[in-house]
């Protein structure tokens, strides 16, 4: 009968500490590489998203396919979110911006896409019209008063490679309206689940 050897109290410890760091490292990766949490900043996407609620962020999929309009996307902003300031100055009147400054934000935003490369995009009324089509909004929070930004009735051209992106609670988001179109490449990843408070689990 083979003999049983234990383990000394330093092994132990030390194939603890391994299995610790090998867990957080594999947490590290799927977080770096797979998905990420994201914690919600601002009213900007009541009522579908309100503030502190979490969700899950998929950073793969848009690596073989386009963002699509209605998406609830993470992203870094252009610069010029951080200062509401556009890439070209000053805009013309009536006008959502229809360029974003050159460099990026090191901020995370979360908003929806509501408008796609080379769609012709105005807004009217707080409502998004594509290529002169109204387009259908369930997701826009009514309640909010809105100002002079939910009515820009000249239309842009979003250029190649960029996404126009607004908040649903569209009377107290600062988006694209105000600091332009943003490039895929500044796009981390899409919204895809909702873990936290409880009374929220579910998909998006």
Partial sequence: MPKITKKSPGGSLIEL????????????????????????????????????QRVLVDRVSFRFSDPDKGDIVVFKPPAGADENRCGIEPVPEGEPCP??????????????VVGTPGDRLKVIDNRVYINGKKQKESFVNKGTPCG????????????????????????ESADSREWGPVPKDWIIGNAFFTYWP???????
Avoid: W
């Avoid at 594999?26 to 009522?47: D, H, N, T």
């Avoid at 934000?105 to 979360?110: A, L, P, T």
């Fill in 17 to 52: 500490v391994l299995i610790v760091a090998v867990a957080l490292g594999l947490a590290l990766a799927i977080q770096a590489l797979l998905v990420k949490p994201f914690r919600i900043p601002s009213e900007s996407m009541v009522p579908t998203l309100n503030i502190n």
């Fill in 99 to 112: 360029k974003p400054t050159k460099k990026r934000s090191e901020q995370n935003f979360i908003k929806r």
């Fill in 148 to 171: 002079e930004e939910c009515s820009l009735p000249r239309e842009i051209k979003i250029p190649a490679d960029h996404y126009f992106m607004m908040g649903d609670n569209r009377g």
């Fill in 198 to 204: 409880p009374k929220y689990i579910g998909p998006l």
